[in-house]
């Protein structure tokens, strides 16, 4: 086990630009220590709320300059659906009397009581789920689906028999929103797809037009168009690859698709994050353009599933993905990026570009970049955490070392 210190929310989450270039900051370092440090201080604001049935009075929410007018009630589903599927591959490691058990612990009974208090009448933080006149419920319904595909042993099967009633009748309510003809048809199949994995009965329209729509939106070389146009944005990272991925795994797996279809998807989201990984330049910053930048490091959920599936691309070591990411969140979460009590502001880095935040934004919608913990799924003794100081490819490239040349593919 490595050593963990420095667990209390806010410790040592300092960027160090400086040190970014540093031949000796390698050895200076606990990089997992930093992840498991900056996922609770990041989560800590919403669970320890939320857990006691108090996110709604203590959660301070702001809302885009050009917020659309929806119901404000969004901002507390996007918090906590979209902040515990990043987390459930961590909490789904054993618990243990290290330092980080003692954090694993902690979070995944304060995940447990909120997923209570999430479908509980009578909680004060019971959630909206929404109507015909408000759909964004289902994109977030659909990540807390996720969360408990990803983990079903700590985070559903724990559940008591009420409180799992209450997760089927929401999941089949939602079935009155009919998901946009873009990205958001895979939040409805994700959510009949964990219906389905827990042998419910399922609205099979909502899986197969969803998988049948992205095969045809595929535009090559690793890439789908978000509808019928293509988006240069970064939400082939938030939502498509993986949750393109996760419903063909449960439906392949109960004889509804063909495994060729599972294993086309896979290779296309290798191929994509091949390219997550050349976005990161040799300072540890990423491309910011179109969409939702706002939603900071989320954007990396292919590269980091890939890393937890030990399946990233031949030319990829899951330790430069570790050191690239760790060099971009320590630029990205500096101090200015928290606000009133840690919790995330608008914007990429620090609390002065609450104009880049979209008209859907909300402070609840910043959590979506708990996916990029998907690695602390990983136990410490896996060389993703264990592997030397490596460098990514653009450190390379930009150094003057052998990097791989680039092609595209045809599948």
């Known amino acids: 086990m490595l050593a963990i210190t420095g667990f209390i929310p806010g410790q040592n989450i300092v960027a160090n630009t400086n040190a ?7 050895v200076k370092q606990n990089d997992r220590a930093y992840w498991v440090d900056l996922m609770d201080k990041i989560a800590t604001p919403v669970l320890s709320n939320m857990s006691k049935g108090e996110l709604r009075k203590n959660m301070p929410v702001e809302y885009s300059p050009i917020w659309d007018g929806r119901n404000k009630e969004v901002a507390y589903m996007e918090a906590f659906g979209r902040l515990i599927p990043g987390l459930a591959p961590f909490l789904a490691l054993p618990v243990d009397n290290s330092a980080e058990g003692t954090v694993r612990k902690r979070l995944l009974v304060q995940v447990q009581q909120s997923l209570a208090h999430a479908v509980d009448p009578n909680s004060p933080d019971y959630l909206y789920w929404g109507s015909t006149k408000t759909a964004q419920p289902l994109v977030d319904a659909a990540y807390i689906a996720q969360a408990l595909l990803t983990a079903p042993a700590v985070l559903w099967e724990p559940l008591d028999p009420i409180t799992k009633q209450r997760y089927i009748y929401e999941f089949k309510t939602i079935r009155q929103i009919k998901p946009f003809n873009n990205n958001w048809v895979l939040f409805a199949a994700t959510i009949e797809s964990f219906l389905l994995s827990i042998g419910e009965d399922i609205d099979a329209a909502r899986i197969d037009t969803a998988i049948d729509k992205i095969n045809k939106w595929y535009v090559g070389d ?6 019928d146009k293509f988006h240069f944005d970064h939400y ?11 419903v063909l795994k449960v439906n392949t797996a109960k ?5 060729k279809e ?15 990984e050349r976005y990161i330049s040799p300072e540890g910053t990423f491309l910011a353009v179109g969409r939702s930048s706002t939603y900071r490091v989320g954007a990396f959920q292919p590269l980091v599933k890939l890393a937890l599936d030990d399946a990233l691309p031949e030319e990829i070591k899951p330790a430069q993905v570790r050191c690239a990411l760790t060099a971009v969140m320590k630029n990205m979460f500096i101090p200015s990026t928290f606000t009133n009590g840690d919790w995330l502001t608008l914007g990429l880095v620090g609390s002065k570009q609450k104009d880049i935040a979209d008209y859907y934004s909300n402070t609840g919608s910043m959590y979506i970049t708990s996916l990029v913990f998907l690695p602390l799924g990983l136990p410490d003794t896996h060389e993703f955490w264990t592997g030397a100081f490596t460098d990514w490819t653009q450190r390379k490239a930009w150094t003057g070392q052998s990097f791989k040349k680039d092609y595209a593919v045809d599948y």
Do not use: C
């Open 20 to 26: 970014i270039l540093d031949d000796n900051m390698p």
């Open 222 to 227: 690793g890439w789908y168009s978000d509808g």
């Open 236 to 246: 082939n990272g938030f939502v498509i690859h993986n949750m393109l991925v996760e």
């Open 255 to 259: 004889g509804r698709r063909d495994t």
């Open 262 to 276: 599972y294993d086309i998807a896979y290779k296309r989201m290798q191929r994509y994050a091949s390219f997550q």
